[in-house]
């Protein structure tokens, strides 16, 4: 495909430069703020060169082209646009500038799982690396394979286990970031809420932390490692403390005194309000869970796998890395993941279903590559690309999901990370064999169903 050129074609169907409000990408999609959607000429865009599928979602309107292309369309789409920036921090206000564009679009529901999704998905890469060497050495520790106790598997255990430990900084610098505050006075808060002093409960069962008397009131000596809700909620204290204090604090004092009781006043709220709040929170959360996954079992599975897919159409999925996160810390292992997964596997049988069935050639050269994508873990070219744009593949699609969820969760399949689905998930999955069974489950199940329902063809 000529990359220039179908960005050029593209412009006049969004309804040209003026309808576009921002625009940037991510790893498969443009990801377009539009003054009126009306105005886009949406079948025609659909049928340009190399488009996998165009919806809206979450106050954009997003045009799939997949990995790797979408990069070279936009170094092209985006000078047309007014979207291309040359310097860095250009380029860090035009993203700042386009999230805050499509938020004003969103329900309040739907802002607040893009708030979520924008914290947790520049983490996952830490937490994905973590969860893969957890996995290697979870099979190590099975087969004997090295001796725990070796100078190589000790290392591999601090490598697996410091993402985890650390994770307060690495969500109190993300989420300041998304909430308006100081990025480092972020990463400070979750180095309070992990600080030595405090016990550190990541890997321990029964320690008892200490309690320091504060004028009376007693704090428990208890770290923060691993959890997620403490350090979101005090980290959105500390933006607005910090917005507020900058608001009535000199200019000739602001760079001292701001960020000095921006610490002080968010340390004492951390340790004696929101954190121990948060923790609270979090355990209920997890608990809940847990009741309803060991109440429910395999239904539990049946719906959430069938239902997956169509959360996916909302944007929300992205918020589940916070609960996932709870999980990993509560429970010790992520058990709605392999859920998700089938529901991703099941996307990409009933995509290759139709790529085996349909005579349509652009259908054809859409569905083989979305169904490969679906089956690493990306599903938005197959759902968008072909099987909601079907309709009865997507249902083909979550009964296959429905299936296999069910499966995972009567065996109890469980990851040690987050982000990793489809056949990456091997990696990171406690029980490997039963996910692989659980996977063969979803893709037959979704490809019979998709040929059982039909759907109907196009005439090209």
């Known amino acids: 495909m000529n990359h220039k050129e179908v960005a050029e074609q593209l412009v006049p169907l969004l309804g040209g430069k003026e309808n576009i409000v921002s625009a940037t990408h991510c790893a498969t999609r443009l990801r377009l703020v539009m003054d009126d959607e009306s105005k886009i000429d ?29 990069n070279k369309v936009f170094a092209h789409f985006g000078p047309l646009v007014g979207a291309s920036m040359g310097e860095e921090e250009e380029k860090k206000d035009a993203s700042v500038s386009h999230k805050d564009a499509a938020k004003s679009k969103m329900n309040p529901f739907a802002r607040f799982a893009r708030t979520l999704s924008n914290i947790f998905v520049p983490i996952i890469p830490a937490i994905v690396a973590a969860g893969m060497l957890m996995g290697l050495l979870g099979l190590m520790r099975t087969y004997e394979w090295m001796d725990p106790a070796s100078g190589l598997f000790v290392m591999l255990d601090m490598f697996s286990s410091a993402s985890f430990i650390i994770l307060p900084i690495l969500i109190g610098f993300s989420a300041a970031r998304e909430f308006g505050g100081n990025t480092y006075l972020g990463a400070v808060i979750g180095g309070i809420m992990t600080h030595p002093a405090l016990l550190n ?40 403390l910090e917005k507020n204090f900058r608001k009535i604090v000199p200019n000739a004092v602001d760079l001292l005194l701001t960020p000095f009781l921006t610490v002080i006043f968010t340390g004492f709220v951390a340790l004696l309000v929101v954190g121990p709040l948060g923790r609270a929170l979090g355990n209920g959360l997890t608990t809940a869970l847990d009741v309803v996954y060991e109440t429910a079992g395999p239904i539990a599975g049946l719906i959430f796998g069938g239902l997956y897919s169509t959360i996916v159409l909302t944007g929300v999925h992205h918020s589940f890395h916070a609960i996932e996160a709870e999980l990993l810390n509560n429970v010790g292992g992520n058990y709605l993941l392999p859920i998700w997964a089938m529901a991703n596997i099941a996307q990409g049988g009933a995509t290759l279903a139709v790529f085996f069935k349909t005579r349509n050639k652009k259908t054809k050269e859409i569905a083989l590559p979305a169904a490969i994508s679906a089956f690493l873990g990306i599903t938005e070219p197959a759902i968008f690309g072909v099987n909601l744009k079907h309709r009865r593949p997507f249902i083909g699609a979550a009964i296959g999901g429905a299936l296999g969820g069910a499966y995972v969760v009567f065996t109890k399949v469980m990851a040690n990370g987050i982000g990793l689905t489809g056949i990456p998930m091997f990696a990171i999955a406690q029980d490997p064999i039963n996910y692989g069974i659980g996977c063969l489950i979803a893709l037959g199940g979704a490809v019979i169903a998709t040929l059982l329902l039909g759907w109907k063809e196009e005439a090209k």
């Open 201 to 240: 409960p990541w890997g321990l069962s029964d320690a008892q932390p200490e309690t320091l008397d504060f004028f009376g009131f007693g704090v428990e000596m208890l770290g923060y490692q691993g959890t997620v809700i403490p350090v979101l909620l005090t980290v959105y204290v500390m933006s607005w």
């Open 42 to 70: 949406k079948s025609a865009v659909e049928e340009l060169d190399g488009v996998k599928g165009a919806f809206s979602s979450s106050g954009q309107y997003q045009v799939i082209f997949g990995t790797g292309t979408v």
